[in-house]
């Protein structure tokens, strides 16, 4: 039986990331959504980046604002290097600087390996890891410039990518998705190498099950969320809102020494559950 509880909303202390800028991409739905919404929450100006479906982003603007911060729709599609580019030019412009990048926006093109096309391979990469290298290479151009600002925080900039467990456990049937989230883990481990002498630190979120849209047949029949829960140890499923906590975290000074390390946020999944009574 699924024990989920609504996930607490008013967690977040709401001074934590005071004065600072942030760009969430894939910011209008799921954990997207959340995540912006939680960084508002903490006293951050906020980016939401979407590629679709202005009415949502503008809600979400709009719940931003209502925490006395300020915030903006950017439409972009992360896998277009000019889109990307005159997005962070724009931030940087109206919002003065950038001091947090969620690289957030994903997607899936689910198939068996024989049967996925090369565009359903093309597009899940495009976006998945292309879209984080390009969001995170102009976010870092603009943390250099600026370098560190002791009032607003200890480091240069933080970026965070959204990776997935898919970039430790294998999954059937998405070989573009779990290949895309083993390249993130690996690329944000090789860009926090690099960037932490600048003082730019550079870490990932891997969500598990996550009460989302993208996922919505794994978990919204009984059937579908007893066979789901199986997979996790704590016994339910996570919100968005379990993501977002864990973003405002790694983005805060409290994280500091934190640097090229990915957070399961996950229940236990990463634990291979299956092997608890002996495999």
Not at 229 to 240: E, Q, S, T
Request: charged fraction near 20%; glycine fraction near 10%.
């Amino acid at each position: 039986m699924d024990s989920t509880v609504e996930a607490p909303r008013d967690v977040i202390p709401a001074q934590l990331l005071k004065g600072q800028k942030a760009l969430v991409t894939g910011a209008n739905s799921g954990i997207g959504l959340a995540t912006a919404i939680g960084l508002g929450r903490a006293g951050a100006d906020v980016a939401v980046n979407y590629v679709a479906d202005r009415d949502a982003a503008d809600r979400v603007v709009e719940e931003i604002a209502a925490h006395g911060v300020r915030a903006a729709a950017y439409e972009a599609d992360v896998s277009k290097e000019d889109q990307v580019t005159a997005m962070m030019d724009r931030m940087v412009q109206e919002f003065g600087t950038i001091d947090i990048l969620v690289a957030n926006a994903g997607l899936q093109r689910d198939a068996g390996f024989t049967e996925m096309t090369l565009a359903q391979w093309q597009k899940v990469l495009d976006v998945n890891l292309t879209g984080q290298f390009l969001c995170a290479r102009e976010a870092t151009k603009e943390f250099r410039r600026r370098g560190v600002v002791p009032e607003v925080s200890r480091a240069a900039g933080k970026i965070i990518c959204m990776s997935s467990v898919h970039q430790l456990i294998p999954w059937s049937g998405h070989v573009n998705y779990a290949s895309s989230k083993g390249g993130v883990q690996m690329m944000m481990e090789t860009l926090a190498q690099e960037l932490a002498p600048e003082k730019i630190r550079v870490n990932a979120v891997a969500p598990g099950a996550i009460r989302t849209p993208i996922n919505r047949s794994a978990w919204d029949t009984p059937e579908a969320r007893e066979d789901l829960l199986r997979l996790i140890p704590y016994n339910r499923i996570g919100d968005p809102e379990d993501i977002a906590h864990a973003v405002v975290g790694l983005a805060s000074d409290l994280m500091d020494y934190v640097v090229g390390t990915t957070l399961y946020v996950d229940g236990g999944m990463t634990l291979f559950p299956g092997f608890a009574t002996g495999g």
